[in-house]
């Protein structure tokens, strides 16, 4: 496939209910776990950022302006040339090759639509984005996104340096090793911040409610994270903890499921928190452990057309009472697994409000190996509401202690409210 054509998608293409690039290496999801972004409309956004609250002390501003006229002419690929030639002869630099500039152009292409979800991949970094969805990585452990137009933290992973380092869900990452994030997006963060394990990266850290940003230098390591763990808990509850939606969480799942009901449990809680998301396929076939050949969620594409995902197979929890607990870094497949259980009454919801990102995106491999990840639709939960931007709403809200850990059990008060709901 050349990279001027267009392809069909297929059911075989992947779809990422991602929220960011993983990070643990370095690669990136999803995009701004984060919903929200001005696709068209009225007028422009123009990317500036600021720490929240921020704003009124006059470091930084948004602001919206009219969409210029010229964005109404037709397009003249003359122009493309002139500043190709112009910057071939007259640049400062003669060593910058023509391969840079022809993918440098790909990305332009692909950043001009204000969606930080779709992104073009040089050969590296599509490389990289494919063994960021197998559990092993080199990196800081943290998942990265963007909300509102600024670079967050949306989960560092438990045990990593990241969450050693102190970082937390919702993060504001200010600068990368004292270079700003305005105007930097997301695979740009990701590149800046992965790095060969022993090697260091300072990031700028601004915390909603703190005075003032703080530096906080962290070493990078190789990290291999299992994406489904599980544990019997007192009282013969099951517990199982869902850290991604990758490749392997669906094998990974289904013997964590066989295990937990050899044990005859009582009820079963689901931790979905600061899991950012993965393939779609994974998570409706999650869900149907509770869910018997209903919609698990509903693709909404431009205009009025739109695509059912239904469940598969023998639902062989449904009948087993179930608690998901949630947070605010639950986000993507997460929050289809989550809504489904929620509408059909499968399970009930404990925690915080989850991220709210609810677009897919299609991931094509071209021929030379680069990639395009394209945001294509949106996603509702079968009976209609709307994940992206939105979240899913707990049906008991429970925040987490001051300071809590969630590595320290003792302190964890929505996994406590779990238990005691199913005690």
């Known amino acids: 496939m050349s990279i001027n054509d267009i392809v069909p998608q297929s059911k075989d293409t992947p779809r990422f209910p991602y929220v960011t690039w993983i990070v643990i290496f370095g690669i990136a999801v999803g995009g701004s776990f984060y919903g929200g972004y001005l696709m068209g409309g009225k007028g422009v956004s123009l990317p500036v950022q600021a720490p929240l609250g921020q704003e009124k002390e006059g470091i930084v501003k948004n602001f919206e302006r009219p969409a210029p006229s010229y964005l109404n002419k037709d397009v003249d690929f003359n122009l493309f040339w002139d500043v190709w030639k112009r910057v071939k002869s007259e640049y400062i630099s003669k060593d910058t090759s023509d391969t840079q500039l022809f993918y440098g152009s790909l990305r332009g292409i692909v950043s001009a639509l204000d969606d930080p979800y779709s992104e073009f991949f040089d050969p590296d970094l599509a490389k990289q984005f494919d063994e960021s969805l197998s559990g092993s990585f080199e990196g800081i452990g943290a998942e990265i996104g963007m909300k509102n137009k600024q670079l967050i933290i949306v989960a560092p992973l438990a045990g990593t340096p990241a969450e050693k380092a102190g970082l937390k869900a919702g993060d504001h990452i200010l600068a990368v090793d004292k270079k700003s994030t305005v105007d930097m997006s997301i695979d740009m963060a990701v590149s800046n911040i992965r790095g060969k394990g022993g090697t260091k990266v300072t990031l700028t850290i601004y915390r909603i409610g703190d005075k003032e940003a703080h530096d906080v230098t962290i070493t990078r390591q190789k990290i291999v994270v299992p994406s489904v763990v599980w544990e019997l808990k007192p009282e013969s509850i099951g517990y199982i903890k869902i850290s991604h939606f990758n490749q392997d969480t669906q094998d990974r799942f289904a013997d964590a499921v066989r295990e937990v009901l050899s044990k005859n449990p009582k009820g079963l809680v689901i931790d979905l928190r600061n899991n950012p998301g993965g393939y779609l396929d994974t998570a409706v076939r999650i869900a149907s452990y509770w869910v018997e050949g209903k919609t698990i969620v509903i693709e909404k594409y431009d ?96 925040e987490p202690a001051k300071g809590e850990v969630l ?17």
């Open 303 to 398: 205009g009025e057309r739109s695509e059912e995902y239904r469940a598969r197979g023998r639902a062989s929890l449904k009948n087993l009472k179930t608690v998901v607990v949630v947070n605010e870094g639950s986000a993507s497949a997460s929050e289809i697994v989550a809504g489904a259980l929620q509408d059909y009454g499968k399970a009930t919801l404990v925690g915080k409000k989850t991220f709210g990102k609810g677009s897919v995106q299609t991931l094509q491999k071209l021929e030379d190996g680069s990639a395009l990840k394209l945001t294509i639709a949106t996603w509702l939960t079968p009976k209609g509401r709307s994940i992206n931007q939105e979240g899913i709403t707990p049906d008991i809200t429970v």
């Open 407 to 423: 590595a320290d059990k003792e302190k964890d008060v929505q996994l406590e409210k779990a238990l005691e709901l199913l005690k």
